[in-house]
Every structure is written in C-alpha cells, then in structure tokens.
C-alpha cells in the first residue's frame, strides 16, 4: 500500500550508504524555533535511522532529545506524511533549516531530504491523514444512552507490526468511560480473547458496562471521529476512525492531554503506544517509579523500566522494587496538571523522549485512567480515589527509628536503646535486621543471641518506656522439617509452584518456598504464624523485606513466558525477567501466571502482613514494605532500600521520597546516614537534618559498615537533637497531614509546585520540599557547605529555628541562608497556621505537653490551619463511629491587631476537652515601630493574666513577631482570640 512511497526513500537511504557509512551530518542549528538537526546517523545494515534532534526555543534555553527512526517500516509512515503534509505550513520551518546549513554539493539533495524528513517528524509526528500504514482502524462505534461511556471495535489495518515479537491480534475492542467528574478511563483489549488484567481483588474498581455494537456493526464509522464528553467532566475524549487514535483534550482550556500515534501494536506479549506531548517542552513530568534519579522532573531521553526487583537504590537509572506506571503531568499554561495510570503489572519500558512518551509492555492491557486536575493536589486525590486511599500509619511512627543490619545480640539492642536515652536524642523505636532469627528463618528467634526470655523482658521495658519494636521478615520460609512454619505451611499447601510442585528458590535461609498471597490459604497461614510470634514477642510493627521476590539463584527457563520476545531493560542491560528473582514460568493460585503477578508479590505480602497485624492486635497496623505496586499504601509504608553513604544518595533520596507521595504511599523515606558504605560525621549530621523532616525518619546501616547511631559523634548528636526537636515540635502538623492524606491522597512531604503551581521555577525544584502546604525544608547537600541556596516562592517566610528571620517576596527568588554545622534550614509560609507541642524523647510524652499555635500571617494578614486528634492507633482514622477531633484555626489580621477564631469541625475524641493551648506566637505583625503593649482578648473578655511581649522586628521592615503566653484554651472548644497592639 504504501510502496510507492517508499522507492523515493529507499533511493536516499541507499545513496546515503554510499556516500558515507555511517554518514554524519555536521552541526546544525536552525532560528526560527521548533527543532534543528544534530546529526543523523544510519547504520551499514541500512535498517535504522538515527537522529537528534536539538530544540530551539523561542525564547532561548529550550533543550536537546533523541528522537530515532525505528526501523524501514516506519519510514513508510513517513513517507506518506510527507505527500500528505507537502503544502502543510511546515514549509518555513523546513526553509529555515535549509538555510541554516550549507551540506557538500554532493550529498546536499540527500540531506535535505532527511531533514525535511526529520523536520516533519518532529513538527508534525502524529498526522491525521498517514492513512495507510495504521496499525488498527475503527470498524464500529456506539454509545450507551447516558453518553458517559463509548464502545468500539478496531480492526488490524494492513500487514502488522514488529513481526518478530509474534503476531498481531486481529481484532480489538475499546471503551472508554467518564466514570467520575474528574475521571476518564479507556481500556483497549483483544476482542476476542480474555487477556490478563490487574484482578479487581487488587484494585477494586467500576468494569466497564456491556454496550451491544449492533447497531452500527458493518457501517462505517461516520462521522471520521467521535467524542466523548460530558458538561460536568473536563476530560475531552475524541476517538479517531482511520488509522485509530485517540486523544484526551481539557475541555476549559483545549489542552490536548494525551495524543496517541497511529503506531499501535498489540501483541499476545507485547502492546507498544506512544503518546505525544508538547514538543516545547510545556510539559513536566514527575512519577513513573521505582527508580532512584538524579531530578525529581522526569528528564526526557530516559527509559522507565518497571519490573520488581532486589537492585540497590544506590543504582541510578534502573528498575528498582516497586512498579507505578503513574505519572503527573504539569503545563505552566495555568499551573494546571492531570495524572495518567496505566493499569498494568506486567514488565514494561517507559520511554520518554521529551515530545513523546512510548509504553512498551510485555502482556495485560491498555487500561488507562486520566485525571483531570487540574491542581496537583487534585491530581492526588482522584489518583487515590480510584487505588485507595494512603493507610493510616499510627501516631508512634511519626517518632524517630533506629535500626542497623549487624546488631550482634541482645545487650547490644540495649546498649543502642541507653546510648540515646544518655544522650538526649529521641528514640521511639528500636528495629533489627535479620539477625534476630535462627539461621535466618521467619517467627524464630536466635537461642543463643536473642533468646525469647530475655528478649520478651526486653521489648516489655521498651513498651513500659512508650517506646515501640519491630523485626523484619522475608518472604522466603526456609525447606526444614524442624521448622514449624515450614511444616505448616506444607500442611496448608501454601507455595507457590512451578511445573506441579513447590518452587524451590534460594535466599538467607538457604532453601526456601514462597507463600503465594493469591491463595486465601496463604494469607491464613501467614496470619497464624504472625499472631503465634507475637505470643512470644509482642512486636508493634513488622518490615517486610526482599519481596520483590528477591532469589539469591537464577532460575534457568522452562518455557517461553522465562524470555519474552521483547526485552524490557530489567537491570539497565535487558537481563532476564527472572534473573535474581521467582521464574515468569511460576504459576500462583487460580493459574495465575508469575510473569503477569510478579509486580503484584509485594502488595500481597503487604495487605496479608497489615491484615494479619490487625487482626492480631485491634490497632493500627504498622507496616514497612520493600516492594510496592499502585494502592501498596492502602496498607503499608515505604523506605527507599539500599542506599549507600554518599552526598549523592542524601540528595537523590529527596526525589524518591517525593515520587512516593505522589504514588500514593505517603510515609516513606531513605535510610538515614546512609545504608551500605562508611559514613562520616558531616554526611550523617547533615543526613539526620534532612531526614528529621522524612515522613518516615529511621536510621539503618549494613552489616560490616561503621556504626552510625547518632549519639556516636558530637556533631551528629547536636544536629540531631536540634533537627529531631523540631520534628517533635511539629508532630501535631505531621499527624494532621496523615489525617489529610488518609482522606485526599495528599503527599505528607510534597514537591514546591503543589502549593505554587502557577510558578514555573518551582517545577524542577528538587532539593527543596514541603511538608503540607507550607513548611519548606532547605537541607544542606553537599560536603564543606556552610551556607545553602534556597527558592522560596512568593511571599512570605519565616525560619522555624529563629521567627524573627524572615525572607518576603514579591517574585520568587533565590536565597543564600546561613546554614551552620549543626542547623538546618527549615521555614514557615506565611498564611499558615501550625499546631505545636513540646518536644520529648518519646511521642507519647510529647503527646502530654501543651499546646502551640504558631500563626504565620500572609502579607494580606490571614493565615489558616487545622488540628486532628485521636488515640493515634485506633484502626480507623477519623471513621463515621470513630472518637476523633478536627479543629480548624483562621486568623484575620487588621490595622489595631489580630483576631484569630477556631471551628470545631468534629469533637469525638475525649481528651480534646482537656487539651490545652497555651501560647499562640503571630509572625508577620505590620507594625512601623515594636508596640509598647498588648491588650488580649478571648472570647470578647479581656484576659489579665495573659501577657503579651514583643519578639522583635528584624530583618525585613516592618515585620514584627508576637507571642501571648498563659493562655488555657480547650482545643476541643471554639474560642476567639483577640490581639490588640496599642502604640
Ligand atoms: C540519549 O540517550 C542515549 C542513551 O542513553 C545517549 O547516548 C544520548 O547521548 C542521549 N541524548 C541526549 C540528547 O541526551
Ligand atoms: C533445619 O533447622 C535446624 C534448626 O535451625 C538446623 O539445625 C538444620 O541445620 C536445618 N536443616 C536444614 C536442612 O537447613
């Protein structure tokens, strides 16, 4: 069909083989924005073509993407772009490159012909009219009556795709759905076929509803396109008839979201679409994890691998324990930004060529959800709608954690406990490592050097303390006939198997069978196992480990699911999918294959540990997973793994932790002071300054490392107790943003741009972030550093450490901010109001002290903010039967003073009638000179034992900072209180 289109071309590839092979176009730079060739390659065999392509933004900057030619076939696409785009207005900008270069005479017709080519590509690089060489097309379309949902049938158009990854399914049938206001789903799968989907037990989720096609089956689909919209729903779908495309389009704005290419391949083990996206660089990508990255923003010429595996975080670039085919995407246009799910647990590649974005995936489906935005926290909220809700994680894992892989016994676990009692620094919870067990198997305990007894006693004078333990298991039981578990687990038939029998791998233990979590057997005997432990060792929380499934040997392959046709870049050079971990040939429960469930292993384990804790307790599951797929925080919390002891690492664990917000799994972050590898002194203080303000704050090293509690150096313990102090300062706000993440999906720790999405220079902000809407942490990074270069958007900020340091703007701007030894940088946004208590070595005698209000007033004079209580552990949080308080704080400042109210949302929990607050500090007075007095006001009633003081009015004119002291407010009683300044 598209022959006669591809003679001219074959002509030029050949001339092209002869005059230089590889040929190489010299430097080109083109000025009338749009793209300009780099150089162009083509390889001897004369099958591929390679190009780079360099941007040229109007306004300079701009930056530079691959885009490559895939193989011969493709050209013909080309080729007939380039009849059909012949009087296109692509003209100028193909003139402009013409101009710009002056190629040998003899090669000149050539390489204007490729550029003209490339050109094309990069302007136009999904046309309307590439009729012929489409890879499906529209045969039939209907609708259901309500209009909120369209069906289509596609057919196979022409001779396929990519023979050599197996044939292509003939017949395809798509619906797409706008389930909610802010939720577009579209699904494309064989026709014919049952093909692997993510199982509704894992996401519970609306099926698509049956629309009979009969009606306009056999007519053609006319009109050329149809749409998909609804007056509520800003998502806009428009499916394309001949060569089948969709796009997803803002309605309000006309932003076209999502752009697919004609190029859509469907395979039994392979299904490739792309996507285009703003060719100047409008858009912003964030998510698309696991992996550790140099940037928070997705950098474009990168592939995102997903596929679970045991490889360390401290390898950029590679596919890491979890796979979330997620991503948020944010246009500067008006700040707004919309998320997009592939739903899928096979392997795949994600390649993101700055203009475009290719899925590469080994089986399932095409299920795609869009969300609509259009602010971030928006994005999150109808994100965690659909996969649930962030669990909430108990009171008590908001304090510090303490863990090391080598503790060698039992007096040592004390020594660890008493060094921070002796030194000061808040210890909440005491961790270990695999060294507990006998020979490394799951619910033992080493007789020797953990022996239950003592151990027992042990974790009782920790509970007497307010103090919490947890241990790690693997998923791996160990083949022993001495082993209780093991023989149960037999009992019970509850291994995933292999060609008939149990899969035998290898991890600590030595040999070992996995509990398959698809089996309702598995999750029981699991359960059992737990409630029995914890009759010898009441621990508060479990870490589950090395479920990715990790496998110390490589199963060799059993039949054709072991090597997929197309390798997905597992490892960063396209090893095996089973290397290292359980055979794609493995079969779970209900003949639920390896190869499609692997990424599914570690949210099992997940939901059977959180359902077996809670269960086993009746309070709020503690849980630390490894791996984690889409909705793993519906159950459990996430640290970012192997780290290693390196300024890198410290930097890079900002971007990870910030990926997991969006991810859904909101408590998580990296191991403090670094896992594998020697610390140092200054690495691991300025590491606890960061990681004081992780959502999940625990110190881990590996076996043979040097230790590196904090109270070990002066430096470090001083860092640690002014970092820590805080963080226990804050813990009311950081317990309140638990509450607004278990209700919205909103992150605890977030990127700059989800409160100022309207300010660009906050997208590639990532060695800042925020905890809640306003406090910004500006950690130090780098070694020898003394001072730190921070953004702080517009308005107004004031450090958290010395409130009368303050840095106000118009615009936003950079700022050096002295940053001593011991300090971190950590600031309060004007307009925010945070709940404070006073800082204690544990949580729960923090939890006793009184009541802050740190008021931060915007320059307009507000400020608002909010207080959530409970018992910190009760399963539900803030549940419709559940005792628990929300208390919303706003404050309005006027030309003689402030006046700030509170608002009982809800009153259900006890203690809030005895909870007091004692001190309200107002940052931000406009004030000329300091006032001479303070008269306070609550509840209309003058108060004459409150005493005002002025805090002082440096740095930044004419703002002052005041504090009323003496005050006995109930949190759970609505009260008004009043500040007047008489000059
Ligand atoms: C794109 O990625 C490839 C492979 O990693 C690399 O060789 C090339 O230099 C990159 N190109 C650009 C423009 O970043
Ligand atoms: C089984 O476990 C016992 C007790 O830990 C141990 O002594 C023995 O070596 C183990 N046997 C195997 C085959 O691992």
Redesign the pocket.
Known sequence: MATTARAPLLFYLVLCLCCCAPCLCAELVAGSGGYAVRTVTVDKGGTRLRA?LAAVAAGGGGG???AYGDDVRNLDVYASILCWHSTAPVWPLLRAHAMAWSPPPSTAHFFFFLLLLLSLLAAAPWPRAAAQAAGYRVVSVARDRAGGQLSARLELAGAGRKAELGPDVQRLSLTASLETDSRLHVRITDADHPRWEVPQSVIPREAPRHITLESSTGASPSPHSSVLSAATSDLTFTLQASPFRFTVSRRSSGDVLFDTSAVLVFKDRYLELTTALPADARASLYGLGEHTKRTFRLQR?DTFTLWNADIAASNVDLNLYGSHPFYLDLRPSAGSAHGVLLLNSNGMDVEYGGSYLTYKVIGGVLDFYFFAGPAPLDVVDQYTQLIGRPAPMPYWSFGFHQCRWGYKNLADLEGVVAGYAKARIPLEVMWTDIDYMDAFKDFTLDPVNFPADPMRQFVDRLHRNGQKYVVIIDPGINVNETYGTFVRGMQQDVFLKRNGTNYLGKVWPGNVYFPDFFNPRATEFWAGEIALFRRTLPVDGLWIDMNEISNFVDPAPLNALDDPPYRINNSGVRRPINNKTTPASAVHYGGVREYDAHNLFGFLEARATHGALLADTGRRPFVLSRSTFVGSGRYTAHWTGDNAATWDDLRYSINTMLSFGLFGIPMVGADICGFSGNTTEELCSRWIQLGAFYPFARDHSAIGTIRRELYLWELVARSARKALGLRYRLLPYLYTLMHEAHTTGAPIARPLFFSYPKDVATYGVDRQFLLGRGVLVSPVLEPGATTVEAYFPAGRWFSLYDCTLAVASAKGKRVTLPAPADTVNVHVAGGNILPLQLPALTTSRARQTVFHLLVALAEDGSASGELFLDDGESPEMAGPRGEWSLVRFSCAAGRDGVTMRSHVVHNAYGPSGKLVIGKVMFLGLHSPAPPREFAVYVNGVKTANSMGGALGYQRSGALGAAQVEGLYLAVGKEFELKVVTLS
Do not use: S
Request: negative net charge; charged residues 20%.
């Open positions: 780079e530079v993407h691959a010429n």
